[in-house]
Each structure stands twice: as C-alpha cells, then as structure tokens.
C-alpha cells in the first residue's frame, strides 16, 4: 500500500506493516520530552497513577527552558519538583538551566533522527520533523502515560504536502515562506493534519531553516511537521547522534495526501500582525509602524542562521533610542558561536540585551515583558492578545532580517532598503 511519511513511521512504531490516515495506532515513543513549565503536571500525573519507575529512563529528556534562571519562586520550586524527579528516576538526559530551548536542545544534542515518533509537552514539538521524525505536542496527563508504559495512542493524520518552489529572493527567508503559507490557509487551514514541507525550496534549505517550517505547523493547526531526510539530514546528524535510524519518504500516490503548490519566487518579507497568526501582509503594507521592544529568538529562529542575519543588518548601527532589543540566542552552543563568531560584540555595541538561551519573552513568562498600549516585533511564532505580556500590547512576528532593520529605526522596516 501506497503511504504517507507520517503512516509509515506510525505503521512501524505500532509495529504494522501498514497504517492508514484515520485508523488508531498504539504506537511505541521513542522520545519523551518535558520541560520545566509542564514537567510538574506530569509528574504530578505520573505519581496519581502508581507506577515506581518510568518505562525507560533513556528514552526521557528534561529540559529547563521556559523560566531559567528561576524569576519567581514559582519557578524555583517548579525546578526543585524537576531535579527530584529526573535524579529519583535516573533521567540522564537533563538539561538544566544552562542549555537552551528545548526545540532547539533536542536535535542538537542528537536525540532525535528520522524515522522516530517523539513527543514533548510543548506544543511546539512539531519542529523536530525538520529531521524526519513524526514529532508532536501532547498534554501532561497523556505524557503521564507515556512515561508509565512508553506508549500513547494517536489517530494516523491525513498529510498536507506543500510543494515549495522557487528562489528566495535576499532577505526573504524560511520565516516569510511559513508566514505566508499560514496567511493563506489560516489558523485553522491544517488541523490535525501532518505538514509535510517539500519541493526544489526546502530541498535547498538548510536544517535550521526546515526546522522554521516545522516550528510553525502548529500555528496552521497541524498535528506535526514533516521534511523528508536527505543528505543535509545526515550531515546534520553526523557527530550528533549515534542512533541507527530509518528513512521513510511519501509515497507521491499515497491515498490521504493532498498537495498544495507555494511559489516562493516574488515572495515579499511577511509580517503577521496583532492578533492572529494568519494575520499577514507583506512588510511594505506594515512599515513605519511604531515599536517599542524587538525580540530576536525563541524555537521559530533564535539560531545561528538568525543571529548572524540581524548582526550583518546592525553592525555599524545603534539600534534605536526609543526600542529595546532582546536578543536570545536558542541554546548554549549557539550562544558561543554567537560568542566566538563576534554576533554578540555587535548586539551588545548597537545596544541590544543579550540574555542567557532560554525561551525569553515568546510566551510573556520570563524577561522582557511588554506593557500596556506597547508593541513588539519579535522572531517568535505567536502574537495572540496577552503573549508577549500585557493584553493591551500588540505583537508583530517577522523573521530576524525584518526585526534586525526595524531595531534600527524604531519602526517595521523592510530590511531590503537597508
Ligand atoms: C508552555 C508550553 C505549554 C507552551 C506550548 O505548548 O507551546 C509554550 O512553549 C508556548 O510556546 O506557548
Ligand atoms: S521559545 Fe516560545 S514557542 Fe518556543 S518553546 Fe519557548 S515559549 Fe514555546
């Protein structure tokens, strides 16, 4: 039978030789990933049920991501509740305060390759399709399961395949591909679905770049994102992971996939504006709107690729007397290229906050929150009211080009004037 990527790597983590797009599938996890916001409900839930010990310590990942350092003593005891349970069930994949955002952590620390079904309790799990995996956001009580007996049901998805052509024209970049296809279909326009991101497009983007299309299936309701492994894959596992793994591709006459063309070739810098994600137009029709705070980061483009884009745009530059501008690269090791590669001499000289890898004010949980009647322009991948912090402030997302030159001038520029 003719099958998708995701009902094949489903098929085989249920251990069937076939799996269809809307059957029920108990499949093997092969990655269980939480973090320090959701650990302790699942934790919590995961004590309700009775069960000493976790299925499998190794197959486990801790990561302390969303308030690190601790700001509140909320969070501080959120991370004594962790480090409790990650040293009682021998995890020894924790990642402390130190490391990153999990999204980011994850495939850099080689625990994730294709072929896998991986499940985190974060909504923005998706991003590890970049690397072939079927990989995906769960509850906490469901991760409670998971971490009981290694299994969790899913209902196989239908696949929406967007075959991506075209060049990119400069400062356009996998941010503006995924904020446009989201401005076209909706909010809405791919739930429960399974993003598979293809074409001539993806195949010439790099893995940090695929991981910004995967990063954003959630934002247009999908159930995971999807890339097809090829040599980029590998070469971006080599020296990361010693796992075997599995490739698994879309059979083109697979019977629940649907295709949907996106030419890339005249697209414009995108922006999504207050309130929705799908609320996008092209940079001209937004420039000169006021800001007050830009943030570059987050699991949708805190990486390296990002970093060294917003650095070229502002050195030489002073970033605008009326914005404050965060920068928080994804995770450790990004920070010390960042370090190593001179970036962060010239966000400190231009006037920019660097701030140690962690998830910052994506989620308006942690540093640098907006007040009322303020706007921010941010590298992150949801502007709803309340995000960034207070509900009278205004988020616009971009890519880290359009943030770069807007700090600049205090107001949403279109980095191709610069
Ligand atoms: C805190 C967590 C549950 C949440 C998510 O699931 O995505 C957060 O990471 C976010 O981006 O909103
Ligand atoms: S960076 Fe933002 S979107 Fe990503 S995991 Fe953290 S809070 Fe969620």
Not at 72 to 90: G, W
Not at 136 to 161: H, Q, R, Y
Not at 246 to 272: C, F, G, R
Request: charged share 25%; proline share 4%.
């Amino acid at each position: 039978m003719s099958m998708t990527m995701a009902e094949k790597i489903l098929a085989k983590a249920s251990g069937k030789k076939e799996a269809e797009a809307g059957e029920i599938v108990m499949a093997n996890i092969d990655v269980a990933m939480t973090h320090d916001l959701t650990g302790p409900l699942s934790v919590e839930s995961f004590e309700k049920i009775g069960v000493d010990k976790v299925w499998d310590p190794e197959k486990i990942v801790v990561v302390f991501d969303h308030q690190v350092p601790a700001d509140s003593i909320e969070a501080a005891n959120n991370h004594i509740q962790m480090r409790k349970f990650v040293k009682e069930q021998k995890i020894n994949n924790f990642y402390d305060v130190r490391e990153g955002v999990c999204h980011q952590v994850l495939p850099e620390k080689g625990h994730i390759v294709p072929g896998e079904v991986v499940v985190g309790t974060d909504s923005h799990t998706c991003t590890h399709g970049a690397l072939g995996a079927f990989s995906t956001g769960i509850g906490s009580t469901d991760m409670a399961m998971v971490f009981a007996t290694g299994k969790l049901w899913f209902k196989v998805p239908e696949t929406i395949k967007f075959d991506i052509t075209g060049k990119l024209s400069d400062y356009v970049y996998a941010k503006d591909v995924v904020l446009n296809i989201i401005g076209k279909i909706g909010a809405d326009g791919a739930t429960y679905k399974a993003c598979e991101f293809g074409g001539e497009t993806t195949q010439e983007m790099s893995v940090s770049d695929r991981m910004v299309l995967c990063n954003m299936a959630i934002e247009m309701g999908g159930k995971t994102g999807l890339v097809e492994p090829d040599q980029k894959t590998f070469d971006y596992l080599k020296g990361r992971s010693s796992k075997s793994y599995e490739v698994m591709k879309t059979d083109s006459d697979a019977a629940s996939l649907k295709t949907m063309e996106i030419d890339v070739n005249d697209l414009e810098p995108q922006v999504a504006c207050p309130h929705h994600v799908d609320n996008v137009k092209p940079v001209s029709e937004v420039e000169g709107t006021q800001i007050d705070q830009v943030f570059l980061g987050s699991c949708t483009n805190g990486r390296l690729d990002d970093l060294r884009t917003a650095a070229k745009i502002l050195k030489g530059h002073s970033i605008s007397n009326n914005i404050r501008m965060l920068v928080i690269p994804a995770s450790r090791e990004i920070y010390t290229q960042a370090m190593d590669e001179g970036l962060l001499r010239t966000f400190v000289d231009s006037g920019a906050l660097v701030c140690n890898p962690c998830c910052g004010p994506c989620l308006g949980g942690h540093v640098g929150l907006v007040g009322p009647g303020e706007v921010s322009l941010s590298t992150s991948n949801r502007n709803f009211k309340g995000r960034q912090g207070s509900p009278d402030a205004e988020v616009y997302l971009s890519s880290a080009a359009v943030a770069a030159s807007s700090a600049i001038y205090g107001k949403i520029t279109d980095p191709r004037a610069m």
